[in-house]
């Protein structure tokens, strides 16, 4: 059984950074894909930036140039570094990953909140 776990999260003025870190607990051998999502108070959930196994990114464009997805496979470890925050960029921010048989994504954590106070 793998679980998810996020960390890294809180309040930080616009402009600043932060660094997630999201902890497998299981096995790694069996995912494949890992991703970042957020979802705002009233608004849709978002995928913010996603890594493949292998370590290939892509990114949403209301991110792109500011977030840093990685991943450290031996620690078992997703990475997203947050610079330049914006107030706009407010929301729970969870992890997920997909097994390396699977494009879904059934392993999610439970979320870490971050909070850009203008």
């Known amino acids: 059984q793998v679980q998810l776990v996020e960390s890294g999260g809180g309040l930080v003025q616009a402009g600043g950074s932060l660094r997630l870190s999201c902890t497998v607990f299981?096995?790694?051998?069996?995912?494949?894909?890992m991703t970042w999502y957020r979802q705002a108070p009233g608004k849709e959930r978002e995928q913010v930036a996603i890594?493949?196994?292998?370590?290939?990114?892509n990114y949403a464009d209301s991110v792109k140039g500011r977030f840093t997805i990685s991943r450290d496979n031996g620690k078992k470890t997703l990475f997203l570094q947050m610079n330049s925050l914006k107030p706009e960029d407010t929301a729970l921010y969870y992890c997920?990953?997909?097994?390396?048989?699977?494009?879904?994504?059934?392993?999610r954590g439970q979320g870490t909140q971050v909070t850009v106070s203008s």
């Open positions: 997920a990953a997909a097994s390396i048989t699977s494009t879904d994504f059934p392993y």
């Open positions: 299981g096995s790694m051998d069996s995912i494949g894909t």
């Open positions: 890594i493949s196994r292998g370590g290939t990114t």
